[in-house]
């Protein structure tokens, strides 16, 4: 590994802090940075199938990729959407978006995290300036003379007391923490985390269906938790589709246990077979769900970005969208601090980053634990009122077209 000092390092090699580096990186060519990552393994995406882990990426993460120089790759293999439709199931009311609304071609794409992940990887491996290190999970720093030191897990028992270990240290002016919802560096700045379970698990696969998805992203809303129909393209038809099925998590250990004809049936009943027969199911992953907010977003030279600051619900499909916001709003700030002088780890950078990113990401968080609440509620009178302001929403376009606008914007 190359022990150079580094001025900017990510920890965390997903989708969050692959596009926080190369945005930095295409940004300030100047800045030398690197990307420690845990796993060994690059992401990978097949040929031949879908991967069952998808988002739906708002015109503004679209944006971000662009500008970082990886949007190419996935525009390739992302699905537009023109409409979504979302119903209550307890009840008649629902809501139909549509990119006429606005006048723009599509809402969003949904695409694989695995090609979003492999295309800012390949993006990252052009850049002079980027390290990517895979394989280093860190365990342990220390701070001096204004640097942090990191030091990785080791495996290893075979070495000189001290010796290699420290050989190994990367040493950096700024360290960024998106190494997810279980995040090391938010433990190790002793961060305090507000931290909801949410008592539902998401059960993920991919499905094909017998009636085309119409590149609409459907939704319907179940007593028990929301069902998501994402549609996907990039392989030949308009038939495959991507389901997230957020559920309590008594049904879900029920789904889990079903081999996949009793879960496609299930799923069909669940969705009143809004595309027909689901004639085929792909393998299936699930995610018990949380709701998580770090009470700082940062610490002495260090902060937090993606899922280590915030985890969300994936109803409104924002987790990712929220991040690459992270992202956009701490390259903006860096690059103040560049121009004004500041030190890259200044804390008035720091806390004009959080000032900015944390009000806007609580209030997301509270509407969606908002949504799942009034979605769950059975009684007559919550019903009524779901029903009756999915209904006043559909019948507005006014009101329409101001949801739409400032969901693309997250
Ligand atoms: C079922 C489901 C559906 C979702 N759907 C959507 C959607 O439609 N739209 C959307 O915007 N979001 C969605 N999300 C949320 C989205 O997937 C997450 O917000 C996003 O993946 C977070 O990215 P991240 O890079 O911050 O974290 P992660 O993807 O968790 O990446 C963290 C990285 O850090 C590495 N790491 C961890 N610890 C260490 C360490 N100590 N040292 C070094 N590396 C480390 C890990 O190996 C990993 O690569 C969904 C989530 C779920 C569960």
Redesign the pocket.
């Known amino acids: 590994m190359n022990r150079k000092r580094q001025d900017i390092t990510i920890?965390?090699?997903?989708?969050?802090?692959?596009?926080q580096a190369a945005l930095l990186a295409v940004r300030h060519p100047q800045l030398q940075l690197s990307v420690?990552?845990?796993?060994t393994e690059a992401p990978q995406v097949p040929d031949e199938h879908y991967d069952a882990?998808?988002?739906?990426?708002?015109q503004a993460?679209r944006d971000l990729l662009e500008e970082a120089g990886a949007w190419g790759e996935i525009g390739l293999r992302a699905c537009p959407y023109t409409e979504m439709r979302v119903w209550d199931a307890e009840g008649t009311g629902s809501v139909c978006f549509n990119s006429r609304d606005v006048q723009l071609p599509n809402l969003g794409h949904?695409v694989e995290?695995g090609v979003v992940?492999a295309a800012l990887r390949a993006r990252l491996e052009a850049l002079p300036n980027v390290e990517l290190v895979s394989g280093?999970?860190?365990?342990s720093w220390w701070r001096d003379c204004g640097h942090w030191h990191l030091q990785?897990?080791s495996g290893r028992t075979d070495m000189p007391e001290g010796l290699e270990e420290r050989a190994e240290v990367v040493r950096t002016r700024l360290l960024i923490g998106?190494?997810?919802?279980?995040?090391?560096?938010r433990d190790l700045l002793r961060i305090r985390c507000q931290d909801t379970d949410y008592h539902q698990t998401?059960?993920?696969c991919v499905v094909r269906c017998a009636k085309p998805h119409r590149h609409t992203a459907w939704q319907r809303f179940l007593k028990t938790g929301p069902l998501?129909f994402?549609p996907l393209a990039g392989l030949g038809d308009d038939n495959h589709c991507a389901v997230?099925w957020?559920a309590d998590e008594e049904l879900a250990r029920e789904l889990v246990m079903l081999d996949d004809a009793a879960f496609a049936l299930s799923l069909e009943k669940a969705f009143e077979s809004a595309l027909g027969k689901v004639e085929f199911v792909g393998d299936r992953?699930s995610?018990p769900?949380r709701a998580r907010h770090a009470e700082s977003y940062f610490g002495p030279g260090a902060v937090l970005?993606?899922?280590?600051?915030h985890?969300?619900h994936?109803l409104?499909?924002?987790?990712?969208?929220?991040?690459?916001q992270d992202v956009r709003v701490l390259s903006d700030e860096i690059g103040r601090a560049l121009k004004r002088g500041l030190g890259l780890a200044d804390p008035s950078v720091l806390a004009r980053y959080q000032r900015r990113r944390r009000g806007d990401n609580a209030i997301t968080l509270k509407a969606m634990s908002t949504f799942k609440s009034l979605f769950g509620a059975g009684d007559l009178h919550w019903r009524w009122l779901r029903n009756t302001g999915l209904s006043m929403v559909d019948a507005s376009p006014m009101l329409k077209k101001r949801i739409i606008l400032r969901a693309m914007a997250v």
């Open positions: 920890v965390g090699g997903g989708m969050v802090g692959m596009a420690l990552e845990a796993a882990r998808v988002v739906a990426l708002t993460s949904i995290n992940a280093f999970r860190l365990e990785p897990r998106a190494d997810g919802a279980r995040s090391k560096v998401a059960l993920v998501a994402l997230v957020s992953l995610f769900l970005v993606g899922d280590a600051a985890n969300i994936p409104a499909g924002q987790g990712v969208n929220l991040g690459l």
